[in-house]
């Protein structure tokens, strides 16, 4: 089915840990967006994408660094986790910047623990 | 900075009667404003969005939204409630005119929706 990938879906990790998390679409999107959701504070943006190779920051984008090598795919990564970064994390493409034009598509999510 | 207000986290309706999710909006200029519904374990669907012309907005699922700019609202109605609507409800809003980050849509808390049978 058509739409926008994330994995992993769970993932633990020890405080200093790091990891990747993957999102892929296959509808030739040119903007992408990773959000992380936590209670009582709705959706925060971290870092965007509008194009191949370009990266922005977002609302929330420390501790969190991002690439766009692929059109369809975009990556967040973190390298040193701390227990702040327990969340909910969503990444979410559009055909244009802003959702203005056109439905956005969201991924499940990423439900990431860090200990 | 814009910003979004959902004031109530949780609303409970009974199945068939009307059901109505606030939120109020700030924002410079006027917005572009939306609706997205979260079910359990899943990313979030567009439901309406608010761009120019008619107040009233319809959407998916027979939903709509009424667009009020002199309260700074876009509170999202449905006639007859579903136990199947029952799920997370988000409020969005976007400056029409910006740029950099803050062309992005900054969403609400959240509303918590549940139709009872």
């Known amino acids: 089915n058509a739409g926008v990938t994330q994995t992993p879906k769970f993932r633990v990790l020890k405080t200093g840990q790091s990891m990747t998390l993957l999102c892929a679409q296959d509808?030739?999107?040119?903007?992408m967006y990773w959000y992380r959701q936590d209670p009582g504070m709705g959706l925060r943006l971290i870092h965007y994408s509008v194009g191949e190779g370009t990266t922005a920051k977002g609302e929330v984008p420390d501790g969190y660094n991002v690439s766009r090598l692929k059109k369809q795919n975009f990556l967040l990564g973190l390298e040193s986790a701390a227990p702040s970064q327990t969340s909910v994390y969503f990444c979410?493409?559009?055909?244009?910047?802003?959702?203005?034009?056109?439905?956005?598509?969201f991924g499940q999510g990423t439900r990431l623990t860090v200990v | 900075a814009q910003s979004v207000a959902q004031p109530e986290d949780q609303v409970n309706v009974a199945e068939g009667n009307p059901l109505t999710v606030k939120c109020t909006y700030s924002v410079s200029g006027n917005p572009y404003l939306f609706w997205y519904v979260q079910y359990p374990n899943r990313g979030l669907q567009f439901l309406l969005k608010?761009?120019?012309?008619?107040?009233l907005v319809k959407g998916s699922y027979g939903f709509e939204a009424e667009f009020n700019k002199s309260q700074t609202s876009f509170h999202l109605k449905k006639p007859s409630a579903l136990v199947s609507d029952s799920a997370l409800y988000f409020c969005a809003v976007r400056p029409r005119v910006s740029s950099g980050s803050a062309r992005q849509l900054t969403f609400g808390s959240g509303t918590q929706l549940t139709v009872l049978p």
């Open positions: 979410a493409s559009t055909e244009s910047v802003g959702f203005m034009n056109t439905e956005a598509f």
């Open positions: 608010y761009i120019t012309g008619d107040n």
């Open positions: 509808m030739n999107h040119e903007y």
